[in-house]
Each structure stands twice: as C-alpha cells, then as structure tokens.
C-alpha cells in the first residue's frame, strides 16, 4: 500500500509562514549562484578534479534583505497569527536569521519542512539543505518520509529532491551535493559531527580519500539552509559551536516542544491540533490498584455490559477452584444476585457478602451485599506485577477488538502497539517454542476474547477474523544480534537528551520498512511488540492502542508515551481518515496504564500544560491592543477602545477571574453554546473575538481525555422500524455532486475593482536593500585571508527603492497568479488589462509583493462568486441505512440524559443546552411520530467544506403542513451572529434541498433553522 499525501491548509499555512519572512528576497535562477569548487590535491595517480569532473559547483544565493527588511517581515507574520511580536532579529553565533516553527507531534512536521524546502527553491532560487536530528531513529524516519514523499512533491513542483544521509565513508555524495543544480538535502544525525569517535571526527579533517580536503569546507562552502528536527535535544555547548562550521544562510527549527526560543513564527501546539481535530483524540483505560481492609479475595472488574436483550453484566476476573483443586483466575461475567462463593467453588476468601447487590451501567458499579464496590478498571486484593501485566494486556486486546469491530468496515486496520523493556519477556530463546512470559500471556488472553467473537453472526469482520492464526498477529521488532541473527535488547545511550533511546540502525530500518505494509489487512500482524528502547521510531498513522508492559521511569514523559499513537489513520487505499464531522469517531487513542485513570490523566495534564509555555495566560486590555482580526473584508487590529470593551465584557460576566486568567465559566458556556452576547459594536467580529479569547491559555481548555471504559454502543429501538422513519429517509437519503458555473466576465469586473479600491485594494511595500563599503586591513596575514577576515566593514546603509534593483530577474507573472487563483491565462490577463496604471506600477517596485497580494484579492472575490453560482446534480448512489449503525462510536451514557420514546436510539447526546431542551419537547410532542440526530457520516458536499444537518423529524399527518422535515438547531437565528462559514453551509443546503424537492419528493422535505421547538412548530405550521 501506498500512503496517499494531500495538501492540508494547516501545514500549507506553516509553509508559508517560513516563505514569507523572505518577501522580497529576488528570485535567483542557477547561473546567478554558481561558484568554483576547491579541486583539492592531487592524488597518487589521479588527476585533479576527476572525481568531480567538473569544479563547477551551486551554493545558495546570499540573503540580499536588510535586518530591518526581514524584521519587518518576520512582525508581518507573528501579527497574523497573533504570536508575540519580535522586536529584534535574534541573532546567534550559528546564523544571522533563527526562526522557531512549533508544530505538535502527529501534525507532519517533517512534511511541512520538506515541502517548505520546495517552496523556498521555488520562490527564491535556493537548493541546498542540511536537515540535522538529534538521533538515529529520527535520521531514518526522516529518510523514509523524504522517500514517501517524493512523487506527492513531484507533482506539485515537477521536481525531485536528491536527497542522502551523510556518511564519512561515502564522501563522493558531497561532491554531487554541491554540483548538482537541483534541490539537494543531506540528512545528518548529530553524533556525526560533535562526537569524538574515529569515524565522527573525519568531517574536520583532511582527507587522503577526499583530495586532501576537510568535508565540513566543501559542505560549508554551499552555504546551506540548516533545517534542525527537535533543535531542543540539540542544545548542548559542544553542539551549538559545531553548527557553526556548517556556516548555514540561516537556522529553521522544527519542533513541539522548543526549550531555547528565537524568531517564533508559528505555532501549532498540542491543544491548536486536537481543537483543529489533527490529531487523535485520547482515551485511557487506567488499573487502580485497591487494597480492601480485612480480606485477601482477589477481583478485577473489568467493564460493565448491556445490552437490549437482557439486564446489565458485569466481566468480572476471579478466582475458581479448577476440577483438579487449583486455583485459577478466569474471567467471568456476573448478574445480578450471583453468589461469588459458590461460582468459585466456595473459595474461602469469597465468604460472607460476596453476592451481587447491584451493576450499574451509568456509573459503571459493581456492589456487593457486603458493602464491597468496584468501579470498573479496580483491581483488588493479591495483585502481583505479574497480575496487573495480564491485566493490562487484556484490556489492549479488548480496546483493540473494539476499535477493529467500528472500523472494519471502514477499511481501517487497527495496530495495537505493546512497549516492553526486555527482548526475553517476549522472545524467550531458552524455550522450545521461543515464546516469552508476554508472548504466552497475549495468546492466551487473545484466544478466550476471540471466542467470544467467533460466536457472532459470520460477517465480513468474523470470517477475516477466522483468517489469522493467533500466533501470526503478533511480531516483534527488536534489534538483531548480526552474529546469532537473534533478537536481543537494544543498546541506549546513558546520559543526555537521548537517554533511554537506541541508535540501532537495523531496528530502525526494520520498523520503517514495515510501516505501510503493516496497514494492509493483507498483512496477518495487528499486535506489534517493541523494546520501549526503540519508541521514537514508531509512528505509524494506525496505531490505535499503546500499552507500556514496564515499569514507568522519569526518562519518558506521557506525553512522549501518547506521541507514537497520534497521528491520523488511513484506510486500505491510503487516504487519511480527516472528514472533520467524523475525525473523532474514527480517530480515538487508547492508553493502556499501569495506573488509576485519574492519576495518568492528571500527569498527561501536567505534560501537555507544561509544554504550552509561549501562550500569553493574562487577559487584560494590554494584551488585545493591536492583535490582529481577520474579517472579510481583510484583517482589522484591535484598538484601544475595542480591547477595553473585550476586557469589561470578560470582568462583567465573570469570565475572568481577579489575575485576569480566564475561568472554567467561560469555558463550560462556550461548549454549550450559552456564552453571553457581545457589545453591539463587537458583535461583527464576533467569532474573530472569541478565537482571540481562546488563544489566551486556561486549564479549562486542555483536551478531554476520556475514561476508555464509559462509552458503550447505544443499541437501535423499534423507532427505526418504523414506517414513518423509512418514508423520510427515503426523502432525504440521496447524494448530489456540486458543479459551479459563472461568468468570466463577473469575476473580472470584481477582481478589477477590489485591486483597484483606494481603501481596500493592492498595495506592495518598496524593496530595501543594504550597502556595506569597507577596506582591506592594515596587516594582512595567510590565516586571516583564509578564514575571510581579511577586509573591514567601514560603513553600512539601508537604501529604498522604487525601482527593483533586481530587474534582470524575468518573472512570469500571468502565470503565477494563473497557477495562484486556478484562473486561466486568460481571465487573469483581462483582470491585470483592467489595474489602473499607478496600481500595476507597483509590480516593478516589488515583484514578490504585488503577486501575493493579487493573488490573495483575485481569490477573495472568486469565493463570493462561487456561492453565487452554485448548482447541485443528483448522483445514482444513496446514503445507505447501515450509516446509522456501521462504524457507530461508543458514547458516554453518564451525559445520556432520560431514556427517549420517540427517538430511533435509546438515548441522545447533545452538543448544547439549546439542543437538549429541543430534544425534550420533541420527545413529548404528540404532533411528533419519530425524529433521529442525523450521524456525522450524513453530509452534503459544499465549496466550502462537507455540511451535517442536526436533525431529521417526521411529524403526524393532518397536524402539520410540513410531514418530513430537516432541521438545523442554532443558539441565535441572527445571521449577524453567525459565522461566516456556517451561512455559506446553510445557504448551500437550502440550494441542495430544494433541487432534491424538484427532482424527487411529491411531499416535500421541508428544511430550516431553528433556535427552539417552539421556531419549529411555527415553521411546519
């Protein structure tokens, strides 16, 4: 399987952040940057320069803006994201310009910073790269994506990168990184260069083999662009002072979690990825381990199940005497009155009380009548480690059978991931079969869950189920012993940032050639062992279950635990799993503990909270003043008057507390839709207002995680049989395509007048550029002409220019506002035939600027024409009734609410208060015969994104004039308060319902926005 890449505004966005503190910076074909290449001496019956064969070399051209200029720049940047704003170039000893892109684990940074590799080739000409990472694991993986990759990026720039990891014995892949004229990206872990080792040194030295040269001298001479991969595990002295030699153009560094900071200028951290639903969500099923005063009977209350059919059970672990007199533990299930002396054969410790008084599903109790009770996850009694690696494996064995079952369908495959921290618990070369303690403990536990399985109607799932040996589902990658070809523990390194890791190369190398494989349900293996030694190098995408099988230690953060598992999956044609109605049903990471689920929740917490260090955690008038809103009609700072009136509306409705942080208040209100209205003069911005509001940090904000072991399936009633609910989703169960059809001519005139608006329309800022005049120095030495040293700055100006200095450079730029808006030549021709002249002058002022800028206004007005034009065509498929049930995520039954008549489930978890009450009165409304919360999977498609209607509802006929109706639930009915994204939805399922109603229905669907059931029953009446 190939995994498919597509292009993601999130990481689009972080790309263009990069390119844009360079606007400016004239685009420089080859011939501009070629120089000579030193040939070094002449070997032993070698001519010069034969190993090149041409000294021609291509380093990267010289950075022309001014500090002033890139600052500039760099402000521009923050300001539109709203980060802190820079108020000087942080300069180091390794580079002029350091610029920090935060980006949480799972969100593909490494794609972005090679697809920033290409656009800056692209824009500016430049081509040599150096990617360094602070371990072996990290090299290989970033190989492998560089591999994976590359037709993706052929596609897009109808180039590949050349792309190698260094190795000092492989020294003629330098020569071709400096002759070659294309992209060229060297991958090199930092050991290579800052360690002492024979091999490690031989980048400083002269080399017989290399023409008497010094490597890091013809790396260096390319001037390269330093792109540092967790520049925060590459902080230490010795390092920093080796980068130096590299003497990069400048430093991008990469990471979640930057220690030392520099330029920031974006930031996509770890509660920006779950609220953006980019990566997975989590969920722990934590062991809390109890000692009961007074008795020694060991239980372990595992789940609690229901069903339609019958009452509650609870799957209980116990002790049972065997029919030989052992005693075993054994899973059983248990109802209501069962006496666990006799089910164990009168085991003493299960003496007196020991009888089922109550199984609660709603807050997942077992209680006996001794007064005795569990909440599931609670092991009690003689709980040895022993006992509780058991446990946990049988918990990752059941989330696991649970997630398969959802997703199969779907064509997702399900990895379970087990870390462990010895090669012998799962590999036991002494025994006969070669199975470990672990090995043997999984098989056993997988067999007893399989047949419970296997009992089920044979479906899809069952018979692929059948088709999988139980000891072929489970591997293990492991280093490899080269003499013994045996697995054996992985070496690590004992100090410093990479403690606790291995820099087994093979390891390595085996996990990441299995990586797309292992998706395929073609591929037996579902449950991966792998030595804890080796956990940065797993991240494959469908990882859905972790278990850590060791004891936990302070090397390894829970959150670092919790990175292996949270990037999106893909399913069987390698397309992400990112629908963003349906992301977190999909998508949901369960951790396994060897803890209660309150304390690795509570320390996960701590984890993600520590790591939002750069997000401002004071909201007073300070901090809004000059922060950046972006409307439609282009971005609006917020003034001084604007920032007081924010503030007081935060103080008045107690939304903040007396330091000015934000409460859990205005938090709880937001989730149900009840926050208070804004002042009148805010209210335009109104969502732009309250992302400002969230950007400022609070604990109330960090990501639910969910307790593993609450959500249930909710199981369909008679409601769905009935005739009335089978008539309506008939009526509303067709699929349309959108085609958009408008007048050239309409988007010209647009376009034209928005660039030529004397307020609103295309403006460039004039090119600066810097002149340094110096002389030679007094005394002139050979040391100080050879390390460049040998002239002295005497002056330096700033110059601005109306005219580009950089007119030699022929730009196309019909084309690349062409290739900018998806227009054809054409239009784009008219629309630039129709700039007023003192407008289009400002393309020779600055070319980059003016193609950024026409770009951006072309598109704008390109969106509001698209709506204009909209037209939906019905297609031959349908949406089928198995959406209802197929893939259907376990919720949490503790915010069910009352059990409903009149809905086609049991119960219904709402998004808000407004839609709770809704659910009510329709509950009770005798005019209402059946209604259904439409699932996530029910979409129409729309230019600006899928759209999910809330609510289906077939009322009684004779009572109302509209029978089947569509409904949207909304706090507010005022468009004002609306986003704006949400009215183009509405506005396009309208046009959607009525082409169904034209096309298809003799009694109308009716579909409309409510705010309450009392808007509805005026609606339909």
């Keep these: 399987m190939k995994l498919k890449f597509k292009t993601q505004a999130y990481q689009t966005a972080a790309v263009q952040a990069v390119v844009d503190c360079f606007a400016g910076q004239p685009s420089v074909g080859p011939e501009a940057i070629s120089y000579r290449i030193d040939p070094g001496k002449e070997a032993r019956g070698q001519a010069i320069g ?103 990026f052929l596609e897009s720039y109808q180039k590949k990168a050349r792309f190698f990891i260094y190795n000092s014995k492989q020294l003629h892949q330098l020569e ?46 390319n001037r390269p662009i330093l792109i540092l991969d967790e520049p925060q595990k590459m902080e230490g002295g010795k390092t920093l002072d080796s980068l130096v030699n590299f003497k990069p153009l400048m430093v991008l560094r990469y990471s979640a979690t930057h220690k030392t900071t520099h330029n920031k200028i974006h930031r996509l ?107 599931v996850g609670d092991a009690t009694g003689d709980v040895t480690e022993a006992a509780l690696r058991r446990i946990q494996i049988r918990e990752a064995i059941k989330a696991h059978f649970d997630k398969e079952q959802a997703l199969f369908l779907q064509g997702v495959k399900v990895l379970t991931l087990f870390f462990i921290d010895e090669v012998a618990k799962y590999r036991d070369y002494a025994a006969t079969d070669e199975k470990g303690e672990y090995a043997r403990i999984f098989e056993e536990e997988y067999n007893l869950y399989l047949n419970e399985m296997l009992d089920l109607d044979e479906t899809a799932y069952v018979k692929y189920l059948k088709s999988i040996a139980t000891d072929k589902t489970h591997s293990g990658y492991f280093s490899i012993d080269k003499k013994s070809k045996r697995q054996v523990d992985s ?65 390894i953060s829970r959150r670092q635990e919790v990175g292996r598992g949270l990037r999106l999956s893909v399913n069987q044609q390698g397309e992400r799993m990112d629908n963003p109605a349906i992301v977190h049903d999909v998508n949901v990471l369960t951790v396994v503990a060897s803890e209660s689920y309150k304390d690795f929740v509570a320390a996960l917490q701590k984890d993600i909270s520590d790591s939002l260090s750069s997000r401002p955690r004071v ?46 208040a205005y938090h709880d209100a937001k989730k149900i839709g009840a926050l208070a209205d804004l002042p009148a003069e805010l209210k335009p911005h109104t969502d732009q207002v309250f992302q400002l509001i969230d950007s400022v940090f609070s604990a109330s904000q960090l990501s639910d995680i969910g307790d593993d072991r609450r959500p249930k399936k909710n199981p369909l009633n008679a409601n769905f049989e009935k005739q009335e609910f089978k008539a309506l989703w008939q009526r509303i169960n067709h699929k349309a395509a959108y085609s958009v059809e408008f007048d050239s001519d309409e988007l010209i005139r647009k376009a034209v007048a928005a660039i030529n608006d004397k307020n609103e329309g295309l403006r460039v800022t004039p090119l600066q550029y810097t002149i340094q005049s110096g002389k030679q120095i007094d005394q002139v030495t050979f040391d100080a002409l050879k390390s460049g040293e040998g002239f002295k700055v005497a002056e330096t100006k700033v110059e601005y220019n109306k005219q580009s200095v950089y007119s030699a450079v022929k730009y196309d730029l019909i084309g690349k506002l062409a290739e900018g808006t998806q227009l054809t030549r054409r239009t784009v021709a008219e629309i630039l035939k129709g700039i007023n002249v003192a407008v289009f002058a400002q393309f020779k002022t600055n070319p980059e600027s003016f193609i950024a800028e026409a770009t951006r206004l072309i598109n704008e007005q390109k969106a509001t024409v698209i709506i204009e034009h909209l037209a939906y065509d019905p297609v031959a498929d349908k949406f089928d009734l198995d959406i209802f049930t197929a893939g259907q995520s376990k919720r949490d039954f503790s915010k069910a609410g009352d059990k409903l008549q009149r809905h086609i489930y049991n119960y219904v978890l709402t998004d808000s208060s407004i839609e709770r009450n809704f659910v009510k009165e329709l509950d009770t409304s005798s005019d209402v015969v059946v209604y259904a919360k439409l699932p996530r999977g029910f979409h129409i498609p729309t230019p600006v994104g899928d759209y999910n209607p809330d609510w289906a509802i077939s009322f009684k006929e004779g009572t109302v004039k509209h029978i089947y109706f569509v409904a949207e639930t909304k706090g507010s009915m005022s468009t004002m308060e609306l986003r704006e994204i949400e009215k183009t939805k509405i506005k396009c399922a309208r046009k959607f319902f009525d082409e169904m109603n034209r096309r298809y229905t003799p009694e109308n669907v009716k579909y409309d926005v409510v705010d309450s059931f009392g808007r509805l029953m005026e609606v339909v009446r």
């Design 50 to 152: 034969s190993l090149l064969g041409d000294d021609a070399g291509f380093k990267n051209a010289d950075l022309s803006l001014s500090d002033a200029a890139l600052l500039d720049n760099i402000q521009q940047v923050q300001r539109q994201q709203n980060l802190p704003i820079a108020d000087a170039l942080v300069k180091t000893k390794i580079a002029r310009v350091n610029l920090d892109i935060e980006m949480e684990t799972g969100t593909g940074k490494t794609y972005c910073y090679i697809k920033a590799i290409f656009e800056l080739n692209k824009r500016y000409g430049w081509s040599k790269f150096i990617v360094v990472v602070p371990s072996i694991a990290i090299r290989e993986g970033v190989a492998k994506s560089l591999e994976i990759t590359a037709e993706h």
């Design 491 to 555: 070496a690590v390194a004992a100090r410093g940032e990479n403690a606790g890791l291995s820099d087994d190369v093979d390891a390595y190398d085996l996990i990441l050639k299995d990586k797309e494989r292992l998706l395929s349900f073609a591929e037996p293996v579902r449950f991966i062992f792998s030595h804890s030694a080796l956990r940065e190098g797993w991240d494959n995408p469908n990882v859905f279950v972790i278990c850590a099988l060791k004891h936990s230690d302070n090397t």
């Design 619 to 664: 909201a007073n008038e300070d901090y809004f003043i000059g922060k950046v809103l972006k409307t439609p009609t282009g971005d609006a700072p917020v003034t001084p008057q604007m920032a007081k009136q924010i503030y007081r509306y935060l103080v008045k409705n107690d939304y903040t507390d007396d330091a000015d942080q934000i409460t859990a």
């Design 176 to 221: 071709s990184f400096s002759s070659d004229a294309g992209i060229n990206v060297m991958v090199i872990n930092v050991q290579a260069f800052n360690a002492t080792g024979k091999d490690n040194r031989r980048i400083y030295e002269e080399l017989d083999d290399f023409q008497s040269r010094k490597p890091i001298d013809v790396i260096s001479a």
């Design 269 to 375: 951290d770890a509660l920006d990825a779950y609220n953006q639903r980019l990566v997975k969500k989590i969920a722990v099923r934590g062991i809390a381990v109890k000692g009961l005063a007074g008795t020694n009977a060991y239980l372990y209350l595992q789940s609690i199940e229901i069903s339609t059919k019958k009452p509650p059970e609870a799957r209980v672990e116990m002790e049972i005497r065997q029919a030989g007199g052992n005693i075993k533990r054994v899973p059983r299930k248990l109802g209501k009155g069962d006496n666990l002396f006799d089910l164990s054969g009168e085991l003493d410790q299960y003496r007196g009380g020991y009888v089922v008084a109550d199984i609660n599903a709603n807050t997942d109790t077992l209680s006996f009548t001794n007064g005795v009770e569990l909440v």
